[in-house]
């Protein structure tokens, strides 16, 4: 059984009607439910206001993965569960990352760049499967048509990706890697763009489709208990360095 925690913020829906109407009991819970109804996974949530954000050292210890959804409290979320979730990653837990997700402490710790990129509301994207051999491209069709989303577009500043899988492309003519994979320590990540909470992207399932492939992707291969702070996981050798010994 595949143990996954869905986290989300929890704020845009009980603050914005419009959100509300799209998600009324939050986006992790329209996750967790379509997560849910696969035999091979075991679903949790976790949100912001929750002590120490929901992700204490025990539930990520018994999390494989946890998919990550954030947007309006990025700066306040706490630093030092960021730090956590990032130990937990380079010792083996998978990650999906979900839009606004990309700027989070979480990423700009594990990929170390400013994690920037061009955006505005209310656009149409086409979005590409790019890397049709992939595990998460599996049973996905060539492109997939999403009426309204919020654009994201390049430069996005990023660390070059293990795989491009997908790549969207908006009516206003802008392209963005969309859909990236990365390998930090032991741990699996998957970046995946389409989200914004105006619009009911999650509700639909190839969209849904996508997410259950990528958790499925970032199930870990070796798992191990998560080093200390500042530590360095080499995945070849699944050796710990303490930070004295970083590369």
């Given at each position: 059984?595949?143990?996954?925690?869905?986290?989300?913020?929890?704020?845009?829906?009980?603050?914005q009607?419009?959100?509300?109407?799209?998600?009324?009991?939050?986006?992790h819970?329209c996750?967790?439910?379509?997560?849910?109804?696969?035999?091979?996974?075991?679903?949790?949530?976790?949100?912001?206001?929750?002590?120490?954000?929901?992700?204490?050292?025990?539930?990520?210890?018994?999390?494989?993965?946890?998919?990550?959804?954030?947007?309006?409290?990025?700066?306040?979320?706490?630093?030092?569960?960021?730090?956590?979730?990032?130990?937990?990653?380079?010792?083996?837990?998978?990650?999906?990352?979900?839009?606004?997700?990309?700027?989070?402490?979480?990423?700009?710790?594990l990929?170390?760049?400013?994690?920037?990129?061009?955006?505005?509301?209310?656009?149409?994207?086409?979005?590409?499967?790019?890397?049709?051999?992939?595990?998460?491209?599996?049973?996905?069709?060539?492109?997939?048509?999403?009426?309204e989303?919020?654009?994201?577009?390049?430069?996005?500043?990023?660390?070059?990706?293990?795989?491009?899988?997908?790549?969207?492309?908006?009516?206003?003519?802008?392209?963005?890697?969309?859909?990236?994979?990365?390998?930090?320590?032991?741990?699996k990540?998957?970046?995946?763009?389409?989200?914004h909470?105006?619009?009911?992207?999650?509700?639909?399932?190839v969209?849904?489709?996508?997410?259950?492939?990528?958790?499925?992707?970032?199930?870990?291969?070796?798992?191990?208990?998560?080093?200390?702070?500042?530590?360095?996981?080499?995945?070849?050798?699944?050796?710990?360095?303490?930070?004295?010994?970083?590369?």
């Amino acid at each position: 059984m595949i143990r996954v925690t869905v986290w989300n913020e929890f704020q845009h829906e009980r603050t914005q009607e419009k959100v509300k109407e799209i998600y009324p009991d939050g986006i992790h819970t329209c996750i967790a439910k379509f997560l849910g109804q696969e035999e091979d996974l075991s679903v949790r949530t976790a949100v912001f206001d929750e002590e120490e954000h929901g992700l204490t050292e025990e539930v990520l210890a018994n999390t494989d993965v946890l998919v990550f959804w954030n947007h309006m409290l990025q700066e306040e979320f706490s630093d030092d569960v960021a730090e956590r979730v990032r130990r937990h990653v380079l010792a083996g837990m998978g990650l999906v990352v979900l839009h606004s997700g990309h700027y989070s402490k979480i990423m700009r710790k594990l990929l170390g760049t400013s994690m920037t990129l061009r955006w505005r509301h209310g656009d149409r994207e086409r979005l590409f499967c790019t890397c049709p051999t992939h595990p998460i491209a599996q049973g996905i069709p060539a492109w997939v048509d999403i009426p309204e989303e919020e654009m994201y577009g390049e430069f996005f500043d990023i660390p070059k990706p293990d795989d491009v899988v997908f790549t969207g492309w908006f009516a206003g003519g802008e392209v963005f890697r969309s859909g990236c994979t990365f390998t930090r320590g032991l741990g699996k990540i998957f970046y995946f763009q389409p989200g914004h909470e105006e619009y009911p992207i999650y509700h639909m399932p190839v969209i849904q489709k996508i997410i259950k492939n990528g958790v499925r992707w970032c199930v870990p291969v070796v798992r191990r208990p998560a080093p200390l702070d500042n530590a360095w996981v080499n995945p070849s050798t699944e050796e710990v360095y303490l930070s004295s010994h970083q590369k």
